[in-house]
């Protein structure tokens, strides 16, 4: 079992950044693929960024290249999203999640944290 806990959301004006962090426990990370989604109110969860645990290779979704920046560390056992010139469609409960690497599916996620952005 992985337990992953988000924290770091809130109100911003657009424009703005929030870094967001989430603290994973439970399990060496060294086998498994991070990844940051996103949910809006009424719409689809969607991929925001990745990392994979052991090399740091990362991966974002095209809208977010440019303004967002995923990084764990391995010390702290945390994978933080820092995001920056967040616009109002950024607006969205911002979910952590873990997948060992062999797996294709995301088999733990944490509880989420919103983010709102004012404009």
């Known amino acids: 079992q992985v337990q992953l806990v988000e924290s770091g959301g809130g109100l911003v004006q657009a424009g703005g950044s929030l870094r967001l962090s989430c603290a994973a426990s439970?399990?060496?990370?060294?086998?498994?693929?991070m990844g940051w989604f996103r949910q809006a109110p009424g719409k689809e969860r969607e991929f925001v960024a990745g990392v994979t645990w052991s090399t740091g290779n990362t991966y974002y979704a095209d809208s977010m290249k440019g303004r967002f920046t995923i990084s764990r560390d391995g010390a702290k056992n945390t994978v933080d999203l820092q995001m920056n010139s967040l616009k109002a469609e950024d607006t969205a409960v911002y979910y952590c999640a873990a997948r060992a690497r062999v797996e294709r599916e995301y088999r733990y996620w944490g509880q989420g944290t919103q983010v709102t952005v004012s404009s």
């Open positions: 439970g399990r060496t990370l060294s086998n498994y693929f």
